[in-house]
């Protein structure tokens, strides 16, 4: 593997920060942001300079039940070829269920989601990504997920879902260390296990970042600092493996580029000190042994004991989806994977559902999790339909926000972000909202701007600006 060395998530508002500063070895990039007929400037200058550019995905959704799609695919190699990526990066995740598969409707999370560690969804999920593998022209490598919620009736831990992933697929693991620590401190699972029971020479690289607790539930924000507990996962990780590229990401609240620099000092500091008890430790198995030494975990397609028994056919190696896994399933009774797929794919619609549209929360499930997970996406989703329309926080003013989440609660996201910034308006619209009938007028021009097949007119800007006014002027 590529050793990429120290890295920054590249994002618009601090690009000319990560250009300036000293000893970022490579960068990463949110694919979805990035249109190949206009890549920005600081990018090409990065890469003109050598600097390694990675796309990161994140509405793929190999999670999910449904396969890749391939326009979305197409999208990923093109902007791999477009930056000369020596890899692309994905999640373990799913961002929307339903649909023809379920006979339910589509629903989209506008979040990743964490899959459940079980037999069928690590079955639909080692498909989904040999598919992603033969239409990638680069290496794919897949992050672990932070996660406010826990599904029922897992069967295997963190370490052993991921470990059997990259056994059976051969992807690369990229190890987000503050979502172990999110998910230490939400579902109360150990770091130090999961760690202990990866694949370590599957990492690609790493991710740090830095987040907030309220009410007990860690948030994996991107938007605070780096604490020390993160930071201790990744010595911890270092003291077993070098790993080939370490990260800072921050998506929002962007500090300092001085603030910048002290976190990635304090990730170069930890690396260290992990590198350190990697030595000794080194030394001390040299010295003195352990009786047994050498007894590793099997290679990838290395013969197993018990092999063509049922004990040793239970166990899938890469390659054996289409051979030996089928046979397997014919002697053991097992539910061929398109089975597995609707099964995985219900469950999801069920919780998704329960998430974006208020319907019953499945069995199993924590009730109040569930309601803190719900609103952590309507929150999420206000703040991307600003973005993506900035136009209506100013039209509505302080109105906005708890309009918005009043109106997510009965009407989920089927679509993108902008058919959501239209959709939200016409319902204000329709009922008569808001009070102030010139913001009224302003929101229904706004609407009737852009709803339409072409636009009205060429003004769109002028509005925004009196509308800026009208706000600034109330204060």
């Not at 003109?48 to 391939?70: I, M, N, Q």
């Not at 760690?195 to 948030?219: K, M, N, Q, S, T």
């Not at 997970?373 to 906005?400: F, N, S």
Request: charged share 25%; glycine share 10%; net charge neutral.
């Amino acid at each position: 593997m590529e050793r990429l060395g120290t890295g920054i998530g590249w994002r618009p508002e601090i690009a000319d920060a990560v250009e300036r500063m000293p000893g970022i070895d490579w960068v990463e990039a949110v694919a979805e942001n990035i249109c190949p007929g206009h890549l920005p400037d600081s990018l090409r200058r990065l890469r003109e300079r050598g600097v390694t550019v990675v796309p990161h995905g994140v509405s793929l959704g190999l999670g999910g039940a449904e396969r890749p799609d391939e326009a979305r695919l197409a999208a990923l190699a093109e902007r791999v070829a477009l930056l000369g990526s020596p890899l692309v990066t994905e999640h373990i995740a799913f961002v929307r269920a339903g649909g023809a598969l379920t006979a339910s409707p589509r629903l989209e999370a506008g979040h990743l989601l964490p899959v459940p560690r079980t037999r069928d969804a690590l079955d639909v999920l080692c498909e989904n990504v040999r598919i992603a593998q033969d239409a990638l022209p680069v290496p794919l490598a897949v992050e672990n997920i932070a996660a406010l919620i826990s599904w029922p009736a897992e069967e295997m831990t963190e370490g052993q879902f991921l470990y059997e992933l990259a056994d059976r697929t051969g992807v690369r693991l990229l190890i987000d260390v503050a979502n172990l620590h999110t998910n230490h401190v939400n579902r109360g699972e150990d770091p130090a296990k999961a760690l202990a029971e990866l694949p370590l020479e599957a990492i690609a690289y790493v991710h740090v970042a830095g987040g907030f607790e309220r009410d007990g539930v860690w948030h994996d924000s991107h938007a605070h600092p780096v604490p020390r507990p993160v930071l201790d996962i990744l010595t911890d990780l270092a003291s077993r493996v070098r790993p080939p590229g370490v990260l800072l990401e921050r998506d929002e609240n962007f500090p300092e580029p001085a603030e910048l620099r002290s976190e990635l000092a304090a990730i170069r500091r930890a690396l260290e000190t992990g590198a350190v008890e990697r030595v000794k430790t080194e030394i001390r198995k040299t010295l003195h042994p352990a009786p047994g030494a050498g007894a590793e975990r099997p290679e990838a397609g290395a013969e197993v004991p018990g092999a063509g028994t049922a004990a040793g056919a239970a166990v899938l190696r890469p390659g054996d989806e289409t051979g030996a896994a089928e046979a397997t399933r014919g002697a053991f009774g097992l539910p061929h994977p398109r089975d597995a797929r609707q099964r995985v794919g219900l469950a999801q619609a069920a919780l998704l559902s329960a998430l974006v549209a208020g319907t019953p929360v499945p069995e199993g499930f924590d009730r109040v999790r569930i309601g803190v997970q719900a609103r952590a996406l309507a929150a999420k989703r206000a703040d991307v339909v600003a973005k993506v329309a900035p136009e209506l926080p100013v039209i509505l003013g302080p109105e906005y926000r708890p309009a918005f989440l009043g109106y997510a609660q009965t009407n989920p996201l089927t679509g993108g972000y902008r058919r959501d910034a239209l959709t939200f308006a016409e319902h204000l619209l329709t009922a008569g909202r808001p009070g102030d009938a010139q913001a009224r007028r302003e929101l229904r021009e706004w609407w009737l701007e852009r709803s339409g097949p072409a636009p009205r007119s060429a003004r769109p800007v002028r509005r925004l600006a009196r509308a800026t006014r009208r706000v600034l002027l109330r204060r």
